[in-house]
């Protein structure tokens, strides 16, 4: 569970990557661009510092485990950055479980989703979720945080 | 595996409860009420044996783990009662594992999901289990268990 | 107008049984069983007495008497058990009748009408009810009763 | 109800004509023709009587009363020939009680429905009837009363 | 039959009311508002002095009998000004009458069905009639009334 | 060319034949009975010299050839019976033909369409010929030309 | 900008008029009639008179100077008439101005609507309205003021 | 034209701001908050000069004043960064003129669009520009001109 | 075929009539006009010489003779004319020939297609052929040709 | 007004070029050409004097001035080539403009809309004016002109 | 008619090529690669001989035609092979020789039908056939026969 | 993880076997025969060898869990064989996990998809492999191997 780690920042937020983003980089790079995962965490970490939120991450490919990830942020964490990527557009559970914490929740998306097939046009989380930040590759992240920052 | 446990009662019935319902009592409890899982899982025990039915039950926010469950119903149990959450309008898989288990299902809802978003509107199990009981909260998993005992 | 009977017990419920029920028993019994509808209402009748409710029964093929029953049932009555039956489907007007009084109302299916013709999948009236059993055969009704008796 | 009529040919069918028809012959003769209801049940009469078959009328603008002139020609009779009107396009209960009676049925329609308004294409009744004859005027009912004649 | 009154003035109007009207002023009053059916029919009455147009109305919950009252107006009535509720949006059977009597139609809503539920949107008579007037409650009737004025 | 023959009669009809009907009697005898194309086209040979009317029949599995069968009857032939089977429902030549001669031409189908697949409920010549006559098997080709006598 | 004009009565509304309007009375007179907008604003002005209300007229062919001229009514003016024609159905910018003003706003048709073309079916406008008056030719307008009049 | 202002810092991006958006502060703060668009300007023109870009802002309720806008972006400016409003779901027009000048373009929303009117969920622009700010007030803004600081 | 025509102008284009065309001037001459299809093609010819282009034609009722015309093309001719009639609407086989042929293609309509059926709207070559010149009567042939000249 | 140009000729058009068509030649010249909108004027001119037709040009980014050119041609002028451009797909305001004034209208596009996005597959005018030419880039124009040139 | 060779070995099966394949190889081979169709009979007539199946190819552009060849297997061949290339997605004649000939059935695609435009996803066989290669080039031929020596 | 087994053979494949695929055999035999998913996988090693390919199989009915084995494939295995069962049809993950692993896939379905419900025609998988091979029971994956080994 990556809510257990201590925190010593005023605030803190979960950032919750969706499925295959662990590959981030080292695929479809014309697409997605050559940043890893581990870089955009960095940058994440390194933005909160200057605007004094911790920043604890959490990547899988099972949409079960990002629901639980979702329910752990609960009491402890203070807002929630999600990109979730395949489940975007397919998942029901992570809705919900987005709805079950109250939590302050910001989507980000690393490509214009719209430029893309049709069935990836419509998000499952974009009326639950406070607003969304869409196509500008990791800067998304970086202004998701942002606006992460404002609302809590 | 919730069906190791040892039964006594000459039928028993496998409970499903799908993803977020952990949380029940807990989140948005102007929607849910305000009973948890536990109470839930105690009050169908009780109903259980009044019908002389044994009951297990099993909560996860894993579609593969909710999946494998109710495999693993077949040949012991004798039914099975699911409130398959927000997979409910989601999963093929589950409605696959319904299909391969010989077994009576009665699919529940603790809120009336006509009232809510239209993606709840449709349940991809419905057409496959025997029967459904919708919207009178922890209630309609009682009457759930009520036409189960009548099916088995 | 089946609401002049006078009522002994504390609480009393109208039953309403839309077009064609009344043949229910001696048509199609592969689909609907071979149980008629006095022997429903017998039952639960029965079961009425247990719930210390009163249980009053009124069947039509007319939608326009299905509306005046149910508008009826304004005032002396405390709640309604109702299977539309055909004007599930079709009847704006028993949606209104049924926003027009003021009380609980559970709706009923003998068959699981989710495995039937497309447009048998939509209920006018879903949304304005307080739940729905779905599938049970008669056994429908005694659940729906049993629900409506925690809602009054 | 029409089928109290006492039957002295071998066979007999119920013809039922649904809502408006009863203005046939006066209303928008452009369209429907100048022929009366009368005259239309008179011919039929006299082709019956060339066919062996007794046939007996019923008009309505109740679908409720249609239900039951139908549910009524159970038992009794051989067949039913239907020119279901308006209640064509909008009707379950008609459709239902098609099914609830064992009779083979035959549906009729004086005007080409097809070549009307979008909505009057579709047909409620199209796939539980034995078959259909459409746009011939009064003919489509002494060509329906032949078909029917076959089928009994 | 409504028409049977006798009439003085030199033009007279039928007002159908349709099903659960007779309930207005006691049923959801935060909808429709506290004036009731006879409230409204003797403002009409009132205007239609005023407009030198005798005033007739009729009020059913059956379909039927609204098709047969439309129906009535023909030859002796001038024009219909018809509220015709929940069967504005279902029921062919009423456009067929409205088509078939040979008189100038106006349609009313007392609330603006545009703001309800998205089957309200649609009216089945919207263009058969000459026009219509939505959403200004008991004054839809009034202003109605002056629109057929003008067109008798 | 079908219409060469020499015909004796004062009137004369084209039978038109769509494809795959040449196998009638040999393929799918539960769908479509086991009467065979050539004793359809006697029975209609007999029901024409009674009618006083001369059949002259044409079957194709190819839509040219059936289109330019339609155009050849322009002018010698005074009406049009056609079965056009699969082409019922992909052919926009075929509408045009009929179309393009000025004759009266009915529809006739063995089969119930509307008890078939979802694409075969919809035909594109239904708004463009006179009327349908549908469900009856080889009956449908008699009440076809019956029909077809009354309009020439 | 329509509202600079000074006001005498106690209560003044603007009337919007949109594009093409301007030709009214010289165009298309079989859909829209022979009376002009001139004489349309004065048949406004005059019952105004006898309403006590100030009628103030704007008419253009620009989504931007309509958006505009209602935002202008903001303060000074109590409610809005409008007859958005061809933006009825196109303009969200029109919508969103009549949610700016805190007005009541009546929107009225010449034409019935739903008598033509599909898209003339949808009004953009129609639930942020208090009602509509459609159908009557210039009488729409009259009897729409009056129900300005009533809201005011 | 909003690019004739005389720019020194080395990059400048113009901001559009559509329909009614001059009424913000003043109209349904509940949605739109209560920030005038002047404070935005303002603020946008400070971060602009931490972020060495200069600021341009331009609105309108013309859909062509805001078309020629965009154009006259051309050559002189860098990015720009929009807002329309109202045009979002209706203007190719818009979405042409972004598609003729060759410059990185950044859409921001104040609400969340997506949950509002099911019209407002499809924007006509989010494939042709390079990435959305959506849902975040007037921080939309802020973020947008980051985001565009990085394209440029 | 129509392709083995000696050919002495420097560039040479087939022109491909559908199905029914052959019947033009003889057939619904209000919608066609009177031109026959041989005077349409006499005046092309005459056309083509001034532009220096040999003009080959080629009708058929059929769609296979029709592909098999189109592919007889390549090689020898420089482009292609076409009206594909009803196979407009429904030629996937058309369409794949156009695809097959390296030749640059002009699609032709006399009437205006849409202001006809609905099916007639949709053309299954429109988007790959070079363009489209509809509603001009036999002009439309001749503009086609000039446009092909243009592309050759 | 462009229609103040005084004529010498003895029939004269006007052609409107709609939004950004000002950028042609100058924007996406893989799509548009490098032809630029005056050009395009001077060559039409051209061919107007060879056919003896005045031509006027207007183009504008606003709807509304569009909307005015056009009602600007009433009387003067005797026919309108017009390529609507982006409003080709969202202007009920241009189709109503066109159906206003009683003169023959030809629509033209210089790219292949059809080979484009789905939303400009469909035009708002395509049924309202006598035909159209699409594809030919520059000599669309000069086709359409041809075309009304036949047709006053 | 392909089918009147004098068949050899045991089992013998008849491959149908359709509209367009008779230019494999010549045609577009960026998308159906560079072998022609005699390569693939030939191809399969080997593959064939090691499965003891003899191999009979028929190719044609007709409609018709296919629909004569494949009834033509009827009696003599085991089974069918068959590329309905564009007829896949429009011709239920096709579709209705598959169902009449009582024969197992093989449907190949030379490229991924999915990979294409939207209507060639749709296959009017897929249901009727026993299976689908799909997407392999020449091998999907060879594949299908492996899969028909299985079924015969 | 499936692909840390040792490998002799030059090239190697992952075999993926979708949720529920663990009870083959066991389950709903009359759909999916009586094979095991062992025997199965026996076959796919023993025509494996012949082709001079090593087989991997790796079944789950966790979507998660899939997604990573298909991760996993990439560098040390040369292609995929996938089943995707249930996920076929829900999953935007397996998808993406397909994109992300550059290697080709081949799609098997032991059933014919297309003859079950609508849902099940749909693959979202579909177009991003290289193809398909439905309904030939554990042949399906015999054929897919086979096409993949051309592939690779």
């Given at each position: 569970m990556p809510n257990k780690i201590k925190i010593v920042e005023d605030k803190s937020v979960l950032v919750v990557h969706g499925p295959n983003l662990n590959l981030l980089g080292a695929r479809e790079t014309e697409t997605y661009g050559g940043t890893t995962l581990v870089e955009?965490?960095?940058?994440?970490?390194?933005?909160g510092k200057e605007l004094k939120i911790a920043v604890v991450s959490f990547q899988s490919n099972s949409e079960g485990d990002l629901v639980s990830a979702i329910q752990g942020a609960r009491g402890g964490l203070n807002g929630i950055l999600i990109n979730p990527a395949a489940y975007t557009h397919t998942s029901v559970a992570l809705r919900d479980a987005v709805l079950a914490?109250?939590?302050?929740?910001?989507?980000?998306?690393l490509s214009?989703?719209?430029?893309?097939?049709?069935?990836?046009?419509?998000?499952?989380?974009?009326?639950?979720?406070?607003?969304?930040?869409?196509?500008?590759?990791?800067?998304?992240?970086?202004?998701?945080?942002?606006?992460?920052?404002?609302?809590?």
């Open positions: 955009i965490d960095k940058s994440l970490v390194r933005l914490v109250a939590l302050p929740v910001v989507e980000v998306h214009n989703i719209h430029k893309r097939e049709e069935f990836r046009h419509r998000s499952l989380l974009c009326d639950v979720v406070a607003g969304q930040v869409i196509g500008f590759g990791p800067t998304s992240y970086l202004l998701g945080l942002r606006a992460l920052a404002e609302l809590i």
